[in-house]
């Protein structure tokens, strides 16, 4: 079983929709959730973590947790052309290795 | 500018060629890592230094993989006798601690490697 799990997609969702990606884990050690926005040909940047399960917002973003079942969530509201890149999760137990999921490449239509 | 800056940008090499990447931190970031991605896939963990100490090499190094970070400034990754299986990005980030384990990385915008 891979640390790590996220759907590759490609997604495509019209402008203004709400885009759901997400990603679920096997190591119960990790305790920092990340996700990261990768544009093309650029390095991945960060977009918003959490250490708790829960929800957490940052303007259209909220970063969902639930550590009972392994499995974190990042929402965007009213999608953007924009937001168009690739999202990576990411995690860490803490140390300086940090485990990053394939990606979702998502798609924002005008 | 006072990102992570990486050069070059682009290297296409043929097989069997040494090839160097430098990467620069952001200042006053002790902590210091590489990341291979391929294409479709995410960043992968080969090295981390703190400060000018190496503390971790991925088994993904191979022999043929050095990174060194003298006086814990900039860092150099050095591929010899390259194989065409090592066309990939290779991306610097470095990190200060904070509020995410060892910090939060910030990346570099990545060595793309070309082996012909």
Known sequence: QKEVEQDPGPLSVPEGAIVSLNCTYSNSAFQYFMWYRQYSRKGPELLMYTYSSGNKEDGRFTAQVDKSSKYISLFIRDSQPSDSATYLCAFTSGTYKYIFGTGTRLKVLA | ?116
Not at chain 2, 4 to 16: A, C, F, L
Not at chain 2, 41 to 58: D, H, I, M, R, V
Not at chain 2, 84 to 111: H, N, R, V, W
Request: aromatic fraction near 12%; include cysteine; hydrophobic fraction near 30%.
């Open chain 2, 1 to 116: 500018d006072t990102g992570v800056s990486q050069n070059p940008r682009h290297k296409i090499t043929k097989r069997g060629q040494n090839v160097t990447f430098r990467c620069d931190p952001i200042s006053e970031h002790n902590r210091l890592y590489w990341y291979r991605q391929t294409l479709g896939q995410g960043p992968e963990f080969l090295t981390y230094f703190q400060n000018e100490a190496q503390l971790e090499k991925s088994r993904l190094l191979s022999d043929r993989f050095s990174a060194e970070r003298p006086k814990g400034s900039f860092s150099t990754l050095e591929i010899q006798r390259t194989e065409q299986g090592d066309s990939a990005m290779y991306l610097c980030a470095s990190s200060f601690p904070s509020g995410i384990g060892t910090g939060e990385l910030f990346f570099g915008e990545g060595s793309r490697l070309t082996v012909l």
